[in-house]
T-cell receptor, first 115, second 108 residues
Framework: DAGVIQSPRHEVTEMGQEVTLRCKPI?????LFWYRQTMMRGLELLIY????????DSGMPEDRFSAKMPNASFSTLKIQPSEPRDSAVYFC?????????????FGSGTQLSVL | EDQVTQSPEALRLQEGESSSLNCSYT??????LFWYRQDPGKGPEFLFT???AGEEKEKERLKATLTKKESFLHITAPKPEDSATYLC?????????FGKGTRLHILP
């Protein structure tokens, strides 16, 4: 299994531009999580899905952030418009409930820089 | 509010010098406490799950223990390759909440 795949690995954009981050979870996993990591705030949960349905988006900082999971093998996190304070590493993780559902498998992350 | 607090923020040890990392937590109804390891430029990697006070788990030079208020990650005779950030997390209604981590550096 290739593990959780995220793209792009690095994204540099200008303030006000739209940013789309992509994630392919491990096949067969039924939970998908989006996290944001900064030095100041650590690893913050933004939103998570169960069987493609958003369960809790209370961590999404503002309406500028949105996430979708159109099928079991793909999810996106979109920021529109982006701001410099959105600069962080964004991680996607997946897990399988019933086999230690809390054992998350993380992707390598997307390093986002908003200038 | 449920919280996970890790200490120290950073720790430098000589190779072979054993120590412990601390994770203090407050949660109404613990459904699992977890330890992850994160290397620079990579996502966290799962190490252990602990469910009840008194439980212990071991893997190579690492041993995790759990009480009703804290968890410890003991590292015995560490090697330079054990250098990483160690993250503690807890399960809150299927939401996995992380602490800010301890950056561990083992000097050869």
């Amino acid at each position: 299994d290739a593990g959780v795949i995220q793209s792009p690995r690095h994204e540099v954009t200008e303030m006000g531009q739209e940013v789309t981050l992509r994630c392919k979870p491990i096949s067969g996993h039924d939970y998908l999580f989006w996290y944001r990591q900064t030095m100041m705030r650590g690893l913050e949960l933004l939103i998570y899905f169960n069987n493609n349905v958003p369960i809790d988006d209370s961590g999404m900082p503002e309406d500028r952030f949105s996430a979708k999971m159109p099928n079991a093998s793909f999810s996106t996190l979109k920021i529109q418009p982006s701001e410099p304070r959105d600069s962080a590493v964004y991680f996607c993780a997946s897990s399988l409930k019933g086999q230690g559902g809390e054992k998350l498998f993380f992707g390598s992350g997307t390093q986002l820089s908003v200038l | 509010e449920d919280q996970v607090t890790q200490s120290p923020e950073a720790l430098r040890l000589q190779e072979g010098e054993s120590s412990s990392l601390n994770c203090s937590y407050t949660v109404s109804g613990l459904r699992g406490l977890f330890w992850y390891r994160q290397d620079p430029g990579k996502g966290p990697e799962f190490l252990f799950t602990l469910y009840s006070a008194g439980e212990e788990k071991e893997k190579e030079r690492l041993k995790a223990t759990l009480t009703k208020k804290e968890s410890f990650l003991h590292i015995t005779a560490p090697k330079p390759e054990d250098s990483a950030t160690y993250l503690c997390a807890l399960n809150r209604d299927d939401k996995i909440i992380f602490g800010k981590g301890t950056r561990l550096h083992i000097l050869p």
